[in-house]
Nanobody
């Protein structure tokens, strides 16, 4: 069983920065990719950033150039550095682990951005 625990959310002023973390534990033998998803109030959950097992990254257009996804394999931790935050970046951020057909989710961490 895999567990993902996000942290690092909070309230920040527009233009500010936050770093989210996702600590993974449990037995995961093969990881296809890990990603960060965001769900804003009244909207569907959307993919924000993805990092593959090979280290390739992809970003949603709305965050490209402002957010950076990274991982520390030794610590089994995924990160999302968010800079130049905007009010529209607010929402609950979820960590996802794709293990070739098995998808695992964290409980989410809330980000609020004041204008």
């Amino acid at each position: 069983q895999v567990q993902l625990v996000e942290s690092g959310g909070g309230l920040v002023q527009a233009g500010g920065s936050l770093r989210l973390s996702c600590a993974a534990s449990g037995s995961v033998w093969k990881i296809n990719a890990m990603g960060w998803y965001r769900q804003a109030p009244g909207k569907q959950r959307e993919l924000i950033a993805l990092i593959t097992s090979g280290g390739s990254t992809n970003y949603a257009v709305s965050v490209k150039g402002r957010f950076t996804i990274s991982r520390d394999n030794d610590k089994n931790t995924l990160y999302l550095q968010m800079n130049s935050l905007k009010p529209e970046d607010a929402g609950v951020y979820y960590c996802n682990l794709d293990s070739f057909g098995n998808n695992y989710w964290g409980q989410g961490t809330r980000v609020a951005v004041s204008s």
